[in-house]
């Protein structure tokens, strides 16, 4: 069975993308308990200090998408494994809406940095950042959302439930990285291969299975109901209402678009500036969904022009 040590890839982050390496980060992985009797875990960036930024990753992904952003930024903060990702227990319910973790992840952010503070989510994590500040306004100090609004839907969001809702084993870790890669054009085999070993773990038997809880709700057949035709569309996570929270933000907002993504379009940043005309949109050239994978240094540089302002 492969050893997996979870600190021990930061030189290859830095590397890649041609930060200085002056030796291994200060990084703890610390769990905090939820309600339902479950946790939730997170990884502190140089936990001597206190956190000056939490930030939520994507679904299907975990806090350790985040390393080569936060060996750019250079700052104390805290990478949260939402429920049923990464290091987190799953949910009984397989029930990941966002405004249904928004909750754990509140009691987690209050367990882990000074509150208020600046949030940031990607994809399903900014979803969850988004129902977190409108549930739990007083934590929350500035919000960003990573490549994502209230607008996406199935064919905005179709490569990653492709991705998302393939094998749930493979027989080895060649296979597992192989659909990776065939599902992440825009990354190299390198970030992809460490992404995987974050991200999946090997079995007794030797095969490969992600992390994260493949049986989230929304991917579960609409109805068992006889009537229903055999040719329905799979579901898929709807966010529409979620407009209505957007409009309960009262901090400063910022949304990044990946230039190469299709989850968010130009009619989903024109109702985002309609809702919220003081938001700031930037565009992340090269980029595709995942910007912090693509794009990491770029995007680090303007998660810094955020805190400063």
Known sequence: ?????????????????????????????????????????????????????????????????????????????????????????????????????????????????????????????????????????SLVTKLGMVDVTPGVDHAKAEPIIAFVTGPEFFDDFSSILARTIEHNPTRSESSLRRGVLHNARELDDGRWSWRYDPMRSWKRAPSDDADSPAEASPPSPDFQALWEELAKIAVPITLWRGARSGVVDDADVARFLQIQPRATVVVVDGAGHSIQGDRPVELARSFEAMLAT
Not at 10 to 29: I, K, M, Q, S, T
Not at 66 to 94: K, Q
């Open 1 to 137: 069975m492969q050893v997996y040590d979870e600190f021990s890839m930061f030189a290859d982050n830095a590397a890649e993308v041609g930060l200085d390496w002056n030796g291994p980060p200060r990084v703890e992985r610390r769990t905090i308990a939820v309600s339902g009797g479950r946790n939730v875990s997170a990884l502190v960036w140089q936990p001597d200090k206190p956190a000056e930024l939490v930030l939520l990753h994507g679904g299907a992904q975990n806090a350790h998408t985040w390393d080569t952003v936060a060996l750019a930024l250079d700052r104390p903060l805290v990478a949260i494994d939402l429920p049923g990702h990464g290091h987190s227990d799953w949910r009984d319910d397989g029930d990941y809406r966002p405004q249904n973790m928004a909750d754990d992840v509140a009691t987690a952010i209050q367990a882990l940095a000074p509150v208020p503070i600046p949030l940031i989510g990607m994809s399903l994590g900014g979803m969850t950042a988004l129902c977190l500040t409108a549930q739990h306004p």
